[in-house]
């Protein structure tokens, strides 16, 4: 099994742009869930979902979107990339069969 | 809504000796998860211990174990013996056991320095 894959590992922006961040999971997990990390902050929910066809917004979800097509994967889309979106990106997904998330390796995301 | 806090952004020990890394935490829930996470500078995230609100007794994984105060919403993280592989970043996180609610809210993290 290969867990959660994220893809990419690193990518730099320009302002305005668009981009998609691919995660993927092979456990046949029902809830996926996308967080941010800044310096201070901890991480931060943006969007999460707990099957597919069904997503919801978490604590920071402005500039991003989200859908659940399928079971394996949960893509995070940014709308029009801005400087304040520049920080580490996780993926994760859990059973609720158990108790803990298994994360991605993360995306760094630059916006310049 | 639940909030995590950890209070010591930096703490420092030396090899082999003990530390103790503090979590409080808030909710109005009596049933939920509470974890720490560790992050080395590779960046993945990964399980240190886990533990079940309802269990009074307190977690332990092999040099890592917990001090579980319920009523005082306090959750500390101990490690013995340190070694140089636990020098990380360490994240205290909570999470409900109600359907639908099951995010992980997580503390402002420690950064672990272990020193030789």
């Known amino acids: 099994n290969a867990g959660v894959t994220q893809t990419p590992k690193f990518q730099v922006l320009k302002t305005g742009q668009s981009m998609t961040l691919q995660c993927a999971q092979d456990?046949?997990?029902?809830?996926m869930s996308w967080y941010r990390q800044d310096p201070g902050m901890g991480l931060r929910l943006i969007h999460y979902?707990?099957?597919?066809?069904?997503?919801d917004q978490g604590e920071v979800p402005n500039g991003y979107n989200v859908s659940r097509s399928t079971t394996e994967d949960f893509p995070l889309r940014l709308l029009s990339a801005a400087p304040s979106q520049t920080s580490v990106y996780f993926c994760?997904?859990?059973?609720?069969?158990?108790?803990?998330?298994?994360f991605g390796s993360g995306t760094r995301l630059t916006v310049v | 809504a639940q909030t995590v806090t950890q209070s010591q952004p930096e703490m420092s020990v030396q090899e082999a000796e003990t530390v103790t890394l503090s979590c409080t935490y808030d909710?109005?829930?009596?049933?939920?998860?509470l974890f720490w996470y560790k992050q080395p500078p590779s960046r993945q995230m990964i399980l240190v211990i886990r533990?079940?609100?309802?269990?009074?007794q307190n977690a332990t994984e092999n040099r890592f174990s917990v001090n579980f105060q319920k009523a005082a919403k306090s959750f500390s993280l101990k490690i013995s013996d340190s070694q140089l592989g636990d020098a990380a970043m360490y994240f205290c996180?909570?999470?409900?056991?109600?359907?639908?609610?099951?995010?992980?809210?997580f503390g402002t993290g420690t950064r672990l320095t272990i020193i030789p």
């Open positions: 994760a997904s859990m059973t609720t069969k158990k108790y803990g998330y298994t």
């Open positions: 456990m046949n997990h029902e809830y």
């Open positions: 979902s707990v099957g597919a066809g069904i997503t």
């Open positions: 909710t109005s829930e009596s049933d939920y998860y």
């Open positions: 533990q079940e609100a309802y269990k009074q």
């Open positions: 996180a909570y999470r409900s056991t109600n359907f639908g609610n099951e995010k992980l809210t």
